[in-house]
């Protein structure tokens, strides 16, 4: 054993000393490398839980496609690769061909269309299952890193259930996800640990994504505001001013992809036809994501009101923001409890709390990665055993429908099934679609009433001269036509109806 020899300096007889001493050898404490601990370290019954809530989340989603306007994303996406360029006006409508259409989501509806040609009808849920596991998976972390993992487990469990009715194969999926990051991004810029320009090009990309992006802007807006309530217009004002300058630089941003000046009109356009369609609707506290999303605001005001003495104007601004978007539509729910979902964590705090119980991290590690290889395997077995399409996708009406009418003719049909009917049957041209935002306002109101025969509903259907109908069975409109104008039935099943004009013939 190494000994270690020291000098010692003594005094004798009134002079000095040194003599070389061996000192035994002293016994240094472990000091552990420098970096970060183990990425499982301080990980307990909660972590786990919360990461077989995520991944059991991204395995339901897994399910055949659900949402009526994923068919017509893809028709987009596919449309823009093979003429490499973006749409101007509409080519598909018997109703809208040669109006103005603004693909305001091309970006997303290009990987949409990427999923589906890789891996067929497959791979839009295998879309939405990805889009779901990142989603909340951020969700998850930003909530564990901002309280006990106790309180984390209960932020992230009410931000999946508010997410929800947000979880489709649509383009929207990727923009919750840009949220999140954007979201992230004001609150660090505003603490001075990134620069708040970053959300420049971060806008520039979400303008390409989806017609939310202008929540970027509205973030900083929110931002200025909050710190001016901080810090007084003298203490505040510069940041304001910057902040200011940042928002009007991402709008310009929006401007200045493929779309153009003309997509800063979008978010408005498509407001405008939110009484049409059902996630336009009021919130329901009934449903799953309505009841995630109010506890996670009743949670927030009682956590706030108990932890914080003083006003933070900056986090009420953002909370306040969050919770109006959240009760504007059923749509918004999900952005607002994203927006929420950090905020809630803070606001809870990292006071003492019971412990669920933590385990070393040879222990964690190993369970999570059991957990893991579980949702793979789940995730496999439900990919390759689901089908293709929901059991009553009108898989034969279809057929028959494309059968009997000519190429290019018109077809009068509900609008939650046109988009289906862009993608299987090609070469026919529905009256409406879920691009709702294309066709005159007027028209899709009386279109919507003349099916459901309100009023004067002839005066509505004779000038579009359809050649067809495809309707489910309890439409209204398949008696009107059917037992009023002798429309022939040419397929018929509990679901679906298909009917021809009387003096049409298939060409």
């Not at 000393?17 to 370290?41: D, I, K, T």
């Not at 005066?459 to 009107?480: K, R, W, Y």
Request: net charge neutral; aromatic share 10%; glycine share 10%.
């Amino acid at each position: 054993m190494a000994r270690t020899l020291v000098l010692e300096v003594s005094r004798h007889r009134g002079g000095v000393m040194l003599s070389a001493v061996q000192e035994p050898e002293r016994v240094r404490p472990e000091v552990p490398p420098a970096g970060r601990q183990p990425s499982f370290a301080g990980w307990g019954v909660a972590h786990l839980v919360a990461l077989a809530l995520v991944l059991g989340a991204g395995v339901f989603s897994l399910a055949p496609p659900s949402d009526p306007d994923v068919w017509w994303h893809v028709k987009a996406g596919r449309w823009i690769l093979d003429n490499a360029a973006l749409p101007s006006t509409d080519p598909w409508s018997l109703t809208a061909e040669g109006r103005d259409w603004v693909a305001h989501s091309w970006l997303s509806e290009v990987v949409i269309a990427l999923f589906h040609d890789a891996f067929g009808l497959k791979g839009l849920a295998l879309f939405r299952s990805l889009g779901v596991l990142m989603l909340l998976g951020t969700l998850a972390v930003q909530a564990f890193r901002r309280t006990t993992p106790g309180r984390a487990l209960l932020v992230t469990s009410l931000a999946l259930l508010a997410t929800r009715g947000g979880w489709g194969e649509r383009p929207q999926l990727i923009s919750f996800i840009i949220l999140a990051a954007a979201a992230q991004l004001v609150r660090a810029a505003i603490a001075g640990r990134v620069s708040p320009w970053w959300l420049v090009p971060l806008t520039w990309l979400w303008a390409n994504v989806h017609g939310l992006w202008f929540l970027g802007p509205a973030l900083l807006v929110v931002a200025m505001l909050g710190t001016l309530g901080d810090r007084g217009w003298r203490g505040g004002r510069d940041r304001a001013a910057r902040l200011t300058t940042v928002a009007l630089a991402c709008t310009g941003a929006a401007a200045l992809t493929p779309n153009g000046p003309e997509i800063l009109l979008q978010p408005l356009r498509v407001n405008a036809y939110g009484r049409f369609v059902s996630e336009w609707g009021p919130v329901d506290v009934h449903a799953v994501w309505g009841f995630g999303f109010f506890t996670m605001v009743l949670l927030f005001l009682m956590a706030y009101g108990r932890h914080h003495g003083k006003q933070d104007w900056f986090v009420l601004a953002q909370v306040t923001f969050a919770i109006v978007l959240g009760l504007m539509y059923t749509r918004t729910v999900a952005p607002a409890a994203v927006m929420l979902t950090p905020l809630l964590a803070e606001a809870l705090g990292r006071t003492s709390a019971p412990m669920l119980g933590s385990f070393s991290v040879r222990f964690t590690r190993s369970a999570a990665s059991l957990l893991v290889l579980l949702g793979l395997a789940g995730g496999a077995a439900v990919w390759t055993q689901q089908p293709e399409l929901p059991p009553a996708a009108p898989v034969e009406a279809t057929r028959v429908l494309s059968a009997v009418t000519p190429d290019g003719a018109g077809v009068l049909n509900e609008y939650g099934i046109g988009g289906w009917l862009l993608l299987f049957a090609p070469d026919v041209r529905p009256a409406i679609d879920g691009r709702a935002e294309i066709y005159p306002q007027e028209f899709v109101g009386e279109y919507i009433s003349a099916v459901k025969m309100n009023g004067d509903w002839k005066s509505t259907i004779l000038p579009l001269q359809a050649h067809s109908a495809f309707l489910h069975a309890g439409t209204p409109l398949v008696n009107g036509l059917r037992d009023e104008l002798g429309w022939r039935t040419a397929y018929e099943n509990e679901d679906w109806v298909v009917l021809v004009r009387p003096d049409a013939e298939r060409s």
